[in-house]
């Protein structure tokens, strides 16, 4: 079962460039999100998604943006790259809100900015 | 607003028992606690969940207190395997319609033979 997919898995960006992730679930989840994980600092969540066609800050949402046109798939965009966003970031998705269903990660994409 | 709280890390030895302990005061009345594991280039992966008193599964036991202000998770007889980050994971109710996960930074066990 693929659950959680991310792609890219790795990526180097120059400051100042655009680029978007995606994340894939196959176990028909309405919940979505997505976290950014640095040394120290544990998760934080980015954005997240209730359902198709919505979605909702987290609590370090600025610099990103995101867009859930299908129930299977959760895009992150980063607008214009700022090494401060050199991390690495897991997508998760759940059958309800987090604190109540477990969630399921992906693997991980590791995202450099230069 | 809730507040998450674990050791940075504990050490241990093949064949113990692990207790890690989260404190998370001014949890939400309605939410649960779950605790999550992570090996390196992993994303985490759930152990366990619970509400009150204790829940034990194949894997783990969590015991929650009746003020429900901490909970212990305890992994018995801890083998090389279990070397990982685990994280507890907590609802904090919302924010308007922003749902409110109050995550900790996670205690980095390392098993020893």
């Known amino acids: 079962n693929a659950g959680v997919t991310q792609t890219p898995k790795f990526r180097v960006l120059k400051t100042g460039q655009s680029m978007t992730l995606l994340c894939a679930q196959d176990?028909?989840?309405?919940?979505m999100y997505w976290y950014r994980q640095d040394p120290g600092m544990g998760l934080r969540l980015i954005h997240y998604?209730?359902?198709?066609?919505?979605?909702a800050k987290g609590e370090v949402p600025d610099g990103y943006n995101v867009s859930r046109l299908k129930k299977q798939n959760f895009l992150l965009g980063l607008e214009s790259a700022a090494p401060s966003q050199t991390s690495v970031y897991f997508c998760?998705?759940?059958?309800?809100?987090?604190?109540?269903?477990?969630?399921?990660f992906g693997d991980g994409t590791r995202l450099s900015i230069l | 607003l809730a507040k998450t709280t674990q050791p940075i890390s504990m050490d241990s030895y093949e064949g113990q028992e692990v207790n890690i302990t989260c404190s998370h005061n001014?949890?939400?009345?309605?939410?649960?606690i779950t605790w999550y594991q992570q090996f390196p280039s992993q994303g985490p992966r759930f152990i366990i969940q619970g509400y009150k008193t204790k829940v034990t599964n194949e894997v783990a036991s969590l015991f929650i207190p009746a003020d429900r202000k901490s909970s212990t998770l305890s992994l018995p007889r801890v083998s090389l395997s279990d070397t990982a980050v685990y994280y507890c994971?907590?609802?904090?109710?919302?924010?308007?319609?922003?749902?409110?996960?109050?995550w900790g930074l996670g205690t980095s066990l390392a098993v020893n033979p």
């Open positions: 998604s209730v359902g198709e066609g919505t979605t």
């Open positions: 998760a998705s759940s059958s309800s809100t987090g604190g109540l269903q477990p969630q399921h």
């Open positions: 001014n949890i939400a009345t309605n939410d649960y």
């Open positions: 994971l907590v609802g904090d109710g919302w924010a308007g319609n922003n749902r409110k996960l109050i």
């Open positions: 176990m028909n989840h309405e919940y």
